[in-house]
Every structure is written in C-alpha cells, then in structure tokens.
C-alpha cells in the first residue's frame, strides 16, 4: 500500500506502515509509532520509557466496498517528568473512541443525503455508533459556548 493514500486518504500522519491483510473481507493495515516519537499523554515531555502496549482496532473509512481497519498496539509509556504511568494520545483518534477522525468525517458526509440506517448498514457498524457520531457533531455544533464570568465592572 502506498504510504501516501495512506496518508492523505486515512489522515494518519506520523505513524509507520507495517503491513495490509485481507481478513474476511476487511482491508487490515497495522502501523506502528516511532519509539523515538514517544511523549507523555499527561505534560507532553519525550523523556519517556516504553512500557508494553495494548492492542487496538479502528474503523477507517472504506475504499470502494472494503471497510478498513487500523490495528496499532498502542505504547504504554512511564514519564521521568511527571511520573505517569499511561498510553500515549493517539492523534488519528480521539480518546476512548474505536473509529478514525476521517471515519467520523465520512459518516457525517453521508449522512447529509441518506439516513442513519442507511449509512450503518453501507458500512457495516450499528445505528447506534452512527447516531453517536451525529449527536457529538451537534453538540460541538450548537454547544452553548464556554464563557468565563468577568467580574461587574466599576462605576466611579
């Protein structure tokens, strides 16, 4: 697979390529990170040390009709900084999610012309992960905004 539509189709920057399986009609692809690239979740410091990794799967969005899946075993990090012991962010991803940011970013632009089943069942997930996904987009949406209360000004 060329890093490149790796790259620019999936949005993952910054992690390596290791290899692409065929599994019963998936397109696996398993990228690792550089152990020099490793940073602490918590501060942000490189002053870390490599402890284990945990396995994890992503949804990505599909091409033509395979569904994609990112497998990474996610590094498991100690910082000599602050002392944390916890895996590293994942920047394709948010935190605690099984779907790629350009799987979320597909979904919406799907849903924009057809209906959430229509959408689960073209890529093969449950409604409820793409109702999920369609309620966070509205909320970051029409959220009503974070304002810091300033005090009452003076009168003099």
């Known amino acids: 697979m ?5 790259y620019h ?3 993952i920057r910054g992690y390596k390529y290791k290899r692409t399986e065929y599994v019963k009609g998936k397109t696996q692809v398993t990228i690792t990170q550089d152990p020099e690239k490793l940073q602490c979740a918590t501060c942000g410091s490189y002053d870390v040390h490599p402890r ?8 990505a969005p599909t ?3 395979k569904s ?3 497998l990474f075993a996610v590094p498991r990090v100690e ?17 605690q999610k099984s779907y790629t940011r350009s799987f979320e970013r597909y979904v919406l632009d799907l849903s924009k012309s057809m209906t959430i089943q229509d959408v ?8 409820d992960l793409i109702k999920e996904i369609q309620r ?6 029409y959220a009503p905004p974070q304002v810091e209360a300033y005090p009452a000004p003076r009168h003099r």
């Open 120 to 127: 689960a069942t073209h890529l093969g997930v449950s409604w």
């Open 63 to 65: 091409w033509g009709l």
């Open 68 to 70: 994609i899946e990112i």
């Open 52 to 59: 284990g990794s945990r396995p994890r799967t992503f949804k």
């Open 9 to 11: 189709n999936l949005g």
């Open 79 to 95: 910082c000599e900084n602050c002392g944390e012991y916890r895996q590293v962010k994942i920047r394709f991803a948010d935190p």
């Open 136 to 141: 966070r987009n509205l909320h970051r949406k």
């Open 2 to 6: 060329s890093t490149s539509l790796f």
